[in-house]
């Protein structure tokens, strides 16, 4: 069975690769250039463990899937507000692992002065839409032709939850 801790510097490896699969094969990141683990590092030290947090899946020692919150705007007004992101291991989608991680995500930004959490959602994406749906998550704008990426533009969606 996978658990679900915080994330430690010795994961950034693992969680580095997994997101890399999402930046070259897909358009739900717009990164455009996998990562090293050494340009990942400043990402992941932002996460304090309270509103802005990194969780990991593991399963057998091995991380397949991770979810956090970071800061939605550097504004200081935008504090209580965070975005959240998830990200599974390809062989792991539909396997119940990201119930998991956003459980656990949400249950702890709801013990921290959190008040919004947001996530943005590029579309197409019917898979992620019903998932954030499943967690109170409401769509409240959608940004059109946004962001460019493979030779198109895409849209996206923001959702939000309010989290007090």
């Not at 007004?77 to 459980?103: C, F, P, R």
């Not at 704008?141 to 923001?158: C, I, N, P, Q």
């Amino acid at each position: 069975m996978a658990t679900v801790r915080a994330a430690e510097l010795r994961d950034l490896d693992a969680i580095v690769s997994i997101y890399n699969h999402y930046v070259a094969t897909t358009h739900f990141t717009f990164d455009t250039v996998p990562f090293t683990t050494l340009q990942r590092r400043p990402w992941f030290d932002q996460f304090d463990g309270g509103r802005y947090r990194a969780l990991v899946l593991e399963h057998d020692g091995a991380v397949i899937g991770y979810a956090n919150s970071a800061p939605l705007k550097s504004k200081p007004a935008y504090a209580t507000s965070v975005e959240v992101s998830i990200y599974l291991a390809a062989d792991q989608i539909g396997q119940g692992g990201g119930a998991q991680l956003y459980e656990a995500l949400l249950d702890g930004l709801s013990a921290e002065d959190t008040h919004r959490a947001y996530a943005l959602i590029a579309l197409p994406n019917s898979p992620s839409i019903a998932f954030h749906r499943r967690y109170g998550f409401n769509q409240v704008a959608v940004l059109h032709e946004v962001g460019r990426k493979f030779d198109r533009y895409w849209d996206v969606a923001w959702f939000e939850k309010a989290l007090s």
